[in-house]
């Protein structure tokens, strides 16, 4: 790949015309990442046909028509109080019927004599708004009669996100491309060229055909993206195989597991053992462990890890904790350093945060080797750290972090083990393609003790019921979550109506005048404010309408229900993460899935596996034997597994192709690196 075409993949988003800084990370809260390449790799689900409405009272508010109009008057937009009313034109169509058409920036009426002239028919294009009157704002097309072919018959729906409208997708997709063209019709490269023609199909698709698993575009692509994962994982097997000259556990200069296994205050589970047991194992050996703990959240992984960091401690070694987000390094050191203290070893933390003297003297300390194990982010990593002897990496929440990114970690100390935790349950048969490289140790128990939560599911019909229960148990004390799946109707374009956040609030507050709300849309610092307010045990807010900004939220103990509106519309996975919000204090919680009506008979059978199980393993191998995901918010990742293309359960012997084709030929090729680039999920992380 040339330089050139690289540099502009590696794009910040914010630097293309019309997006900037605010855009951009809303952009970034979607894509997973905020470069061009990380939209490029974000594709429409579905496609909306575009079909001409003879008459007004033939469309559906809420649609995008496509519509002959007259002009018959403009009226310019008055400044009012320091705000400008939108201009208006009055149109009617051929039955006389009046549609007004908005425009809310500020182009002044000459403009607007100009371009619609009184008297003129115009083919106008765009969502037709559920107001009283027929009303179009800022209409996507306005072209001539005898241009109205110009105006497409299909929109391409992209999985959108807060904040973000189909317009703005597509406008900035227009963009890209156009601006991927010149980069591409210089390249002489036919892997290159074929690849951008396929991703130009699916974001210029002519039909829903062109997105589905079977269509040409989208198995060129999955056979590539499984393409870069294999070869990625084949050369970390083969690294795994070259001799190495790994510290090998022989000379035991301390004693501390026994003290370390005294001081904790409860049993470990029989699944915690085992997997103990399996750790030290590799440990022993002359090649670097490669293990993968996967375990439901709540199942006892941290406690696990530290033995590791222990055992590593007791032959003089250090181990590098690396976790996901700041706020997470800090949990994981305030836990850890309670324990070290008790077995004196030294531990520490640093973070992007620590600056200056503060981490110099850090940084001095583990060049040492007086620090032993060392908690933080991807900072761990930084060019000036340097050990004196790692000898063990302990990945949390490992799914974020690509094969690459484990391979330099690895390099900072003589072929470290590597010990990576999944709160992310992965099917058996899957985890053996996604994580071929690495040994599996499952955690499929949970400490004795908890209560389980209950949960149910519910049809919308039977809201007021709802609310009723809910009055009682928040005369109780009770706190609750309301989640709905938009912010505001803004984003209802290709969505199918679903709850918004706005409006519930609205409809709640009547019943709870004290109801706070939540969204991706607010200011960060309103947004913290709000939730800080919830989570303190002095909180006035009873019930918190959100949207899924929670699903990374903090930890509300008090919290015992939650209700998940159009929970048919959510993915398992996504169902799944968003009950562990409750359940975390010692009373009972409940779990209401509150769903639309035309949900569907897979849609129905995917919430009882919910209300029947907690259990993360069940709930994914039920996941993937279940098709019809479909009717999800506009997605084809399942949530468990984030291919972008790829779809697991259509694209079986694409799974088998890419790893044997990775297996059989050299993966050394400037392609295979190219797609090995362009496929890394690790590049994630310092976006
Ligand atoms: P996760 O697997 O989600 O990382 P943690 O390691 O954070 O889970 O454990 C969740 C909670 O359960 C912690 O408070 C931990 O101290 C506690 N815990 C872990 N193992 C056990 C056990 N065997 N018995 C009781 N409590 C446990
Ligand atoms: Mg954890």
């Given at each position: 790949m040339k330089k050139e075409l690289f540099d502009f993949l590696n794009t910040d988003l914010q630097f293309v015309r019309g997006v900037g800084p605010i855009l951009a990370a809303r952009f970034c809260d979607v894509l997973g990442g905020r470069r061009i390449l990380d939209f490029l790799l974000h594709i429409p689900s579905y496609v909306r046909p575009r079909e001409i409405t003879e008459c007004i009272a033939d469309a559906i508010p809420g649609d995008t028509i496509k519509i002959p109009l007259q002009v018959k008057s403009h009226k310019s937009g008055r400044f009012f109080r320091g705000r400008r009313s939108p201009t208006q034109i009055i149109c009617t169509d051929k039955t006389g019927t009046n549609v007004t058409i908005q425009f809310f920036n500020g182009k002044f009426l000459d403009y607007w004599l100009e371009k619609l002239p009184i008297g003129t028919w115009r083919m106008i294009s765009g969502k037709l708004e559920k107001t009283s009157k027929p009303t179009i704002n800022h209409p996507d097309f306005i072209e001539e009669l005898q241009n109205a072919s110009k105006i497409p018959s299909v929109q391409a729906i992209y999985p959108a996100g807060e904040g973000l409208t189909q317009k703005t997708f597509s406008a900035i997709r227009d963009k890209i491309f156009a601006l991927l063209d010149d980069k591409i019709t210089?390249?002489?490269?036919t892997n290159e060229c074929e690849f951008f023609d396929a991703l130009r199909h699916v974001h210029y698709p002519s039909s829903t055909d062109d997105l589905s698993p079977q269509s040409p575009f989208i198995v060129k692509l999955a056979y590539w993206e499984l393409l870069a994962q294999q070869s990625a994982i084949a050369i970390s097997r083969n690294n795994r195989k070259a001799p190495q000259n790994k510290r090998i556990l022989r000379q035991k200069k301390y004693n501390l597991l026994t003290h370390f296994f005294n001081t904790i205050p409860f049993d470990l589970t029989n699944a915690q053992k085992n997997t103990i047991d399996e750790i030290f194992n590799d440990m022993e050996k002359d090649i670097p462990m490669m293990r993968l703990v996967q375990g439901d959240v709540?199942?006892?992984k941290t406690i696990v890890a530290l033995a590791a960091a222990i055992k590593m401690a007791e032959y003089g070694g250090q181990t590098a904790i690396l976790a996901p987000t700041d706020t997470l390094a800090i949990q994981h050191f305030t836990k850890l350093n309670a324990l070290c203290e008790k077995i004196g070893i030294v531990c520490d933390i640093l973070t992007g945060r620590d600056k200056g003297v503060k981490r110099r003297e850090k940084l001095t300390s583990i060049r040492s080797g007086r620090t032993r194990i060392i908690v933080g982010t991807h900072a761990l990593f930084s060019e000036d750290v340097t050990y004196k002897d790692l000898g063990l990496v302990i990945i949390d929440e490992q799914h974020r972090f690509g094969v690459s990114q484990r391979e330099s970690l690895r390099n900072k100390g003589n072929a470290t083990d590597i010990l990576a935790l999944s709160a992310t349950p992965i099917p058996r048969t899957l985890s053996m393609t996604m994580y071929g490289d690495m040994d599996v140790s499952i955690i499929n128990e949970k400490p004795a003790g908890r209560i389980p939560i209950k949960t149910t599911k519910l049809p919308i019909g039977r809201i007021t019921d709802l609310v009723n229960r809910l009055k009682i148990q928040i005369t109780d004390g009770a706190q609750v979550f309301w989640i709905c799946p938009?912010?505001?109707?803004?984003?209802?374009v290709g969505t199918g109506n679903l709850a918004t956040a706005t409006d519930r609030h609205e409809y709640l507050k009547q019943f709870f005048p004290n109801a706070g709300l939540v969204h991706g849309q607010m200011d960060k610092h309103e947004r913290d404010k709000i939730m800080t307010d919830f989570a303190s045990?002095?909180?006035?807010?009873?019930i918190l309408v959100a949207t899924t900004v929670i699903e990374v939220g903090i930890d509300v103990?008090?919290?015992t229900i939650i209700v998940i509106e159009n929970a048919e519309r959510f993915g398992l996975a996504a169902l799944h993460q968003l009950r562990?919000?409750?359940?975390?204090?010692n009373k009972q919680s409940y779990c209401i899935l509150l769903y639309g009506n035309n949900i569907s008979e897979t849609g129905i059978k995917r919430l009882e596996t919910l209300c029947e199980t907690d259990d993360g393993f069940v709930i994914a191998e039920q996941d993937l034997m279940m098709r019809g995901t479909g009717e999800l918010i506009g997605t084809r990742q399942s949530g468990w597994i984030n291919y972008h293309f790829v779809d697991y359960r259509e694209h079986r012997d694409l799974f088998r192709l890419a790893s044997h084709a990775a297996m059989t030929t050299p993966v050394s090729d400037d392609w295979t690196h190219d797609l090995m680039f362009i496929f890394d999920q690790g590049a994630k992380i310092s976006a």
């Open positions: 210089l390249s002489n490269d709540g199942s006892g938009l912010v505001c109707d803004d984003e209802n045990t002095k909180s006035n807010i009873s103990p008090n919290a562990g919000r409750v359940g975390r204090g």
